[in-house]
């Protein structure tokens, strides 16, 4: 059976996810992922796993960055933290798996790099260390999905929201006011020359994150995806409501719901976001 998982910006907003049945809570942990998305503080993490059990729901805490030497024993000490407190743990850094292993709890783990899991056999080897799960890339087909799904035991896959198309160490915001003179805000968005999309731009203290110009929807493409044990809704740039809006949409669809139909509801309750099916019709790996 499918579960839905949602990203969680704001601890006020737990109840609201909770009364409309998410499976579970995704959380991006300040100083530990690399994401445009509101960033919680570690401090909080306690009170979020707290009021989630209250719904019966599941947490998981990004960390996914890489760690520098000087920082790896504090990321351990807190992916240590949030798995005691209930939590699973979204990695990218082989050193976290290395020392869940050795501490007994690979089980709390989830493998999170940003595009790498592409096939069967990368995911299933994650998979054999003992990790609960595996992040699918966003850049395959529909069918492509399905296959890896299909084969291992436990994947996961966003499937609604903007993706991250372009990540950068560099700080590009703060090179662009100090060329320019204007100071950037919250609503900075880059736009190619010969294309009328905006995608947004963020960054933090690790770099700075492109996201596409477009949300990802997969209306049309659920008989491929129902594979996938964890559909992902990402709330970058989108109120609550239309998460959950965009979750009883899938919801529906599952039960029988045609797609078309959910995209059409979908269109005319929020008629100013931009939809596309991104990768799922057109092979970019080869």
């Not at 100083?31 to 979020?48: E, M, R």
């Not at 019966?56 to 920082?71: A, G, H, I, K, T």
């Not at 998460?243 to 100013?272: C, H, S, T, W």
Request: hydrophobic share 40%; charged share 25%; aromatic share 12%.
């Amino acid at each position: 059976m499918n579960r839905f998982a949602i990203t969680l910006k704001n601890i006020e907003d737990i109840s609201f996810y909770g009364k409309n049945k998410a499976a579970e809570l995704i959380v991006f942990l300040k100083g530990y992922c690399f994401s445009g998305i509101k960033q919680l503080d570690a401090a909080d993490l306690s009170q979020v796993i707290e009021q989630a059990k209250a719904y019966s729901m599941d947490v998981s805490v990004s960390m996914n960055r890489l760690f520098f030497p000087d920082e790896i024993e504090d990321a351990l000490h807190t992916m240590e933290e949030a798995v005691y407190a209930g939590a699973y743990v979204r990695f990218g850094d082989p050193a976290l798996l290395r020392y869940a292993l050795k501490k007994g709890f690979a089980e709390k783990l989830i493998y999170q790099p940003e595009t790498l899991v592409t096939n069967c056999y990368d995911a299933q080897n994650w998979l054999d260390t003992g990790i609960r799960s595996v992040v699918i890339s966003p850049l395959l087909t529909a069918e492509e999905i399905q296959d890896i799904a299909m084969q291992v035991s436990s994947a996961r896959l966003q499937i609604h929201g903007y993706s991250m198309m372009s990540m950068s160490g560099r700080k590009l915001v703060q090179a662009f006011t100090k060329e320019t003179g204007i100071r950037a805000g919250n609503d900075l968005y880059m736009q190619e020359e010969k294309r009328d999309g905006k995608m947004p731009v963020f960054e933090d203290l690790h770099g700075t994150y492109i996201y596409t110009d477009y949300v990802l929807h997969s209306f049309l493409h659920m008989a491929y995806l129902k594979a996938v044990e964890t559909l992902e809704i990402h709330t970058l740039n989108m109120d609550k409501e239309e998460a959950v809006f965009a979750m009883q949409q899938y919801r529906e669809i599952l039960n029988g719901m045609d797609g078309q139909k959910a995209l059409k509801q979908y269109q005319n309750k929020y008629p100013d976001t931009v939809l596309s099916t991104g990768y799922y019709d057109e092979k970019t790996i080869r």
